[in-house]
């Protein structure tokens, strides 16, 4: 089967003849972007690449190149598209996976992506407390994985099984505010004697779905616990070995997309005590203090030793002990009216926190 660009068909794009040509050495696709890069042989696949002599040099997004590598789930060269040859490489491995130095994925979709959201500013989050209400709080600092982090996408057609979460618009490795917020959740749960029923869990995250109709009428429904996503700078592939409990051995590798050990994020959690306006600050501190403090904790234990990513059972979505903050070298914690205080270590999180309440733990 023929591996040439197919034809364009249809009617002429709009301005007919009097569009600019292509430069010299570049062609024009057809409308379907799938139909111009065709994915059937194995010459197909390295034009994709970019490791053939006749390249598609027009393809500068990566991502590009891994969305017309996943027609090769339905043909012949569907190993060769994600593994290249076993020698030389190639393939969606190529592109996104490197021993040594960044991968074409980071440096042509992750570093971009990133800062065009910073130059938007999307992120990192800038939170100006003076905006909010009276003891408005927020935790942010840069963390380092120990472990990789996995979350699967929703990309349905992809050349791999087991992508990562990504942004829908910058393809950049990401973590859901949501996410964060149902793992936090869990966490919390577990620390507390009355579990769920808490009415720590009640006002911090709000009621849980399927429960709003019922307890519409108590009010508070949302929670004062908000959380924003997370954007990771790397990308890579890790093989998890399934043991079989009979016989102790591996049974089939799984090869997953994931974020590695050793990229960097930002967390950001921001506590809007909306419903405490009312009350003076002797009726509002004590509870203010019993949720930052309790948050607080749970943000180490989510970091440290829950985890919060999935596979998280083989020790996945660990981060390591220092952390740094976003335009400072270390991570701060804020309530405002009252002041700030800047911690380097996870573990000193607990500390900044008793500090900022001014009262012991």
């Known amino acids: 089967m023929s591996s040439k660009p197919r034809p364009a068909s249809g009617p002429p794009p709009r301005g007919g ?13 057809p409308y379907d972007f799938y139909v111009a890069y065709p994915c059937e042989t194995q010459d197909d696949v390295r034009r994709i690449v970019g490791d053939h002599k006749e390249p598609y040099r027009e393809l500068v997004w990566p991502h590009a190149r891994v969305s017309l590598l996943a027609q090769g789930l339905t043909s012949d060269v569907k190993e060769f ?25 980071v440096e042509g979709v992750i570093r971009p992506g990133l800062e065009q959201l910073a130059r938007l500013g999307i992120y990192p989050p800038r939170i100006d407390l003076q905006d909010l209400p009276p ?20 990309e349905e057609f ?25 793992i936090l959740r869990t966490v919390l749960s577990r620390q507390l004697p009355e579990g769920e ?7 911090l995250f709000g009621q849980a779905r399927g429960e709003e109709e019922e307890l519409a009428e108590e009010g508070n429904i949302q929670g ?3 959380c924003y996503p997370t954007f990771f700078d790397c990308i890579g592939l890790e093989v998890i070995n399934p043991h079989s409990r009979k016989t102790r051995a591996g049974t089939v590798p799984i090869l997953l997309e994931t974020v590695p050990a050793g990229a960097s994020g930002i967390f950001t959690l921001l506590y809007i005590p909306f419903d405490l306006m009312d009350r003076t600050e002797e009726q509002a501190l004590p509870e203010i203090r019993e949720d930052l403090r309790a948050l607080g904790e749970a943000v180490v234990i989510m970091m440290r030793v829950h985890g ?22 270390e991570g701060v914690v804020a309530l405002k009216g009252v002041g700030r205080r800047t911690f380097a270590t996870l573990a000193a999180l607990s500390d900044a926190l008793d500090l900022l309440l001014g009262t012991p733990a």
């Open 308 to 329: 919060f990513s999935g596979k998280s059972t083989r020790g996945f979505g660990q981060a390591r002990l220092e952390v740094s903050g976003v335009d400072e070298p």
């Open 17 to 29: 003849e009097n569009r600019r040509p292509a430069p010299p050495g570049e062609r024009r696709p």
């Open 197 to 203: 029923a808490s009415p720590l869990i009640a006002r």
């Open 158 to 182: 992809y050349i791999h099984e087991n992508p990562v979460m990504k942004d829908a618009v910058w393809k950049v490795p990401m973590m859901r505010a949501s996410t964060w917020k149902g």
């Open 81 to 105: 598209a994600r593994s290249g040859h076993p020698r030389f490489g190639g393939g969606y491995k190529g592109l996104v996976f490197r021993r040594k130095g960044d991968s074409p994925y």
């Open 135 to 154: 003891f408005s709080a927020c935790i942010q600092f840069r963390f380092t994985l120990a472990r990789p982090f996995y979350s699967r996408d929703d």
């Open 224 to 226: 004062r616990f908000r």
